[in-house]
């Protein structure tokens, strides 16, 4: 599978094929947007849209990153992710040479305890933190 940089000025012409993965992610959060605030995210620029190709050209995948500056490094924090993405090295290493084009020295997500799992082994992910929160 490959890995494309979604163009701003496509989004709207690609996102009903991706919907459905990054609806399944939503389903799953503790509810920090909708789908069609992420989709507003992703047209607005803030946040960034790959998608994996198969060889017959349909979109199996998708990942949704937010790039944050740090004085020391670059992160890529993957915000959703979905389909097949993340499922051997090839798919991750394409998508990780699209992640340092766009200057990221690092890649970080947050995921439950099976995609954690899923994470590590797939593609050697390490766990660095747990988020925890409290409704104030």
Known sequence: ???ELVPLNTIHLIWDQVEDYFQKVIDKSVGEYNIEQLKAHVVAGMQTLYIAINKEGVIKGGAIV???NYPNFRVAFITA???NMIINNDTWNNL??????AGA???HACASESAMRLYK???DF???YNTVERIL
Do not use: W, Y
């Not at 990780?96 to 084009?101: C, F, G, I, S, V």
């Open 1 to 3: 599978m490959r890995v």
């Open 121 to 123: 082994s797939k593609v």
């Open 66 to 68: 937010n790039f944050i």
């Open 126 to 128: 390490k766990k660095i």
């Open 96 to 101: 990780a040479n699209l992640l340092k084009q």
């Open 81 to 83: 992710t979905g389909g």
């Open 105 to 107: 020295t690092r890649c």
